[in-house]
């Protein structure tokens, strides 16, 4: 069951008029580089720097060095026919660091989702999580190596209970010889499992949900299934794409608290793209604006939003 549309969140910027064909057309008679990358500030992950011991004449010597991110965006493009989505995009999020991938529809940002995750191969450019090249690695591989993924259309199962969801990601995630028996036949839970997936609705804030079936759910509810349901994976990245949309503001207020607490004390990175501002700006350390297909802005949510170029591009104002 596909539920939710971003599109009709309440609280997306007004309409940019800018996405029209005529528009698209200019774009991409531009060069990559013909639009500024406006680097109006770029933060090191929150770890702040680390050490290392280097020998050196037979002395330890503590010599700093640069936090080594933990998910590298390097020159990503994709192409759709005559249609740059993503152009040479080039970004890092370091461990346990949140960080907001903001724009205007069509800017690109589900598909450098789907560019970093495996569902499309991007035309150039490489992701590497923690040193490990992504590219080639169908989407499973990439979600046992950590990287964990909700979608802008939430996507659940009707007939499956919300317990059943999460049993799934449990045993996909170890892959033992029995998955395919265990999603065709669901055997029944182990106690450690039933442990496990009480534990995960507990932290999405919505305990004891185990039996409900899912097609009783509304679309906010449906949400958090999803958003359990990557968190039953132990992401040590979660990519989560309008997670806001289908709920209310006070469900929203919620989410944000749950993601930041999951930064905060988990240790786990977030790429979050929201249309939802003020939820960007409660549950982000940093955000990177794109534009048809490019980073035009990146720095700390208040930097960004003053910046001229994101408030002609992103909220269709002047500066
Ligand atoms: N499968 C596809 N085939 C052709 N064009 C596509 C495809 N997917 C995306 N596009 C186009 O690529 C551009 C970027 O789309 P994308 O969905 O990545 O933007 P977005 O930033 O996620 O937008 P939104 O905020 O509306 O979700 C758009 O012009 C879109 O029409
Ligand atoms: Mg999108």
């Not at 490019?294 to 994101?310: K, L, N, R, S, Y």
Request: charge should be negative.
């Amino acid at each position: 069951m596909t539920v939710g549309d971003s599109r009709s969140s309440a609280l997306s910027p007004p309409p940019t008029g800018r996405s029209g064909p005529d528009h698209r057309e200019v774009h991409h008679a531009e060069s990559p580089g013909g639009r500024g990358h406006r680097e109006v500030h770029h933060d090191e992950s929150p770890g702040g720097r680390d050490h290392r011991e280097v020998h050196r004449a037979g002395q330890d010597i503590d010599v700093p060095r640069a936090p080594v991110p933990l998910l590298r965006v390097e020159h990503v493009t994709k192409r759709f026919g005559g249609i740059r989505a993503v152009g040479d995009v080039t970004f890092t999020v370091g461990r346990g660091e949140s960080v907001g991938l903001v724009g205007p529809n069509g800017a690109g940002k589900t598909t450098l989702f789907n560019c970093i995750c495996g569902q499309l191969r991007p035309d150039a450019g490489q992701v590497t999580l923690d040193g490990t090249l992504l590219d080639g690695l169908p989407t499973y591989k990439r979600a046992r190596l950590g990287v964990g993924r909700t979608y802008q259309r939430a996507e659940v199962f009707p007939d499956m209970t919300v317990g059943e969801h999460l049993i799934v990601a449990e045993r996909a995630r170890h892959g033992g010889p029995h998955l395919w028996r265990d999603l065709c036949h669901r055997s029944a839970p182990t106690p450690a499992e039933r442990r496990r997936v009480a534990e995960v609705l507990e932290l999405v804030g919505i305990p004891g949900w185990e039996d409900r079936p899912v097609s009783s759910l509304g679309l906010g509810s449906c949400r958090l299934v999803e958003l359990a349901r990557a968190l039953a994976n132990e992401p040590v990245l979660l990519l989560a794409d309008e997670p806001s949309s289908g709920l209310d503001a006070r469900e929203t207020h919620e989410l944000a608290a749950v993601l930041r607490t999951l930064q905060r004390e988990r240790g786990m990175a977030l790429l979050l793209v929201e249309h939802d501002l003020s939820m960007v700006e409660a549950a982000v350390d940093r955000a990177i604006v794109m534009d048809l297909g490019v980073v035009i802005a990146t720095g700390t949510f208040d930097q960004v939003m003053a910046d001229p170029a994101v408030r002609i591009a992103y909220l269709g104002m002047g500066a």
